[in-house]
C-alpha cells in the first residue's frame, strides 16, 4: 500500500494493519550482501565478552544477560529473518541460546 492511499484511508476513519514502510537504503530486486548486526546482538556479544573479565556477580550478570540478548536476536531472525540464512542463523542461535541455559543451570 502506499503512503498516499494509506493517508487516505486513514483520513476516511478506516482502521489498518498495514502501515507503509519505505526503506531509502535497498536496492529493488538486489539480494543483501552484508548487514550491520541488530542491537541485541552487539548486546550478546559485549555482555559475553565482559563476562569473562568481570568478578563474581557482575560476570554472571553480563552472562545473563548475553543469553538474554542472543535469545531475542534468535527469536527476531527465526520470526522475521530477511532469508533463509538469516532464519537458519536465528535456529543456530535458538540452539546456542538453549545450550548456555542449560549449561548455566546445570553446571
Known amino acids: 500500500m502506499t503512503e498516499q492511499a494509506h493517508k487516505k484511508h486513514v483520513e476516511e476513519g478506516e ?53 538474554i540478548a542472543l535469545g531475542r536476536w534468535s527469536f527476531l531472525e527465526v520470526e522475521r529473518g530477511a532469508n533463509g540464512i538469516r532464519r537458519f542463523l536465528g535456529w543456530l542461535g535458538c540452539m546456542l541460546t538453549l545450550y548456555l541455559v542449560i549449561h548455566l543451570v546445570f553446571y
Open 15 to 67: 482502521v489498518l494493519d498495514e502501515k507503509p514502510t519505505t526503506n531509502s537504503h535497498a536496492a529493488p530486486n538486489r539480494p543483501v550482501i552484508v548487514q550491520s548486526p541488530n542491537k541485541p546482538l552487539i548486546i550478546a556479544i559485549v555482555a559475553f565478552i565482559l563476562a569473562g573479565p568481570l568478578p563474581g556477580v557482575l560476570g554472571t550478570f553480563a552472562y545473563i544477560l548475553g543469553i
